[in-house]
């Protein structure tokens, strides 16, 4: 792929049009809650999900902008800088937190007060985000991972976004387990539109079925650790559709900037 059609995908600003193949946009705020599966078949349907319990993942956040994103900090949530405009004071954004059902009437809802958006970043790579939030919130964060032993293994991401490419967002948040995919492979996948240093893939690559959709952007990707422990190790950024066969989801390689995103945290 030539660096400009890497970047038309990596482009937010492009609208729907660009959307169909190579993605970055999140789900559109405003999208039709797809209707109810009947009889649906469990596994099918983030893609080959199943819905979340209630308080299984507490960090896990939906942003106002479609997007998803964890709690870093009770007053921080850790998003896509894919998901947001910019660097500086924005009060436009609100999370919503605590609930799988979007229109709980126990659904907590914070305000932003600013954005810190990856320095350097340019639509290639660094694909991280914090969102300040106007006052914390009493729910468990969730751990980011600090070196690269957990970028291995089986993950689970979580979010609202669409059930298949095309679909709309979900009211209830949905699950999902993705095995990592290893670098050649993501390589041979994506050639050098995947940035190993800054990306982790993961997915089934014979089959397809499962993954992250648009709408999940800015979401965690995560795993137990040695003790038991979420720890996250992925933020959802991109892939060429939805569970596509041979095309993994790709996500930030949270190792890569565990040491960015803290200091970040802390002068923001
Ligand atoms: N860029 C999408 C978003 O903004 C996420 C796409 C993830 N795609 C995938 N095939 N894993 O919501």
Redesign the pocket.
Known sequence: MTRSARFLKRSVALGAIALAAL?????AASAATEPAPSGGTPGTRVVGGVPAAQGEFPFMVRLSM???GALYRQDIVLT?A??VSGSGNNTSITATAGVVDLQSSGAIKVKSTKVLQAPGYDGNGKDWALIKLARPINLPTLRTTTDGRYDQGDFTVAGW?ATREGGGQQRYLRKATVPFVDTPTCQQAYGSTYIPGEEICA?IMSTGGV????????GPMFRKDDAGAWVQVGI?????????PG????YTRVSAFSQDIAEAADQL
């Open positions: 993605s970055l946009q999140p789900g479609g997007c998803g896509a894919h998901c976004g997915g993954d992250t959709c648009q709408g999940d952007s800015g959802t950024s991109w892939g060429e559709g939805c569970a596509r095309k993994p989801g790709v």
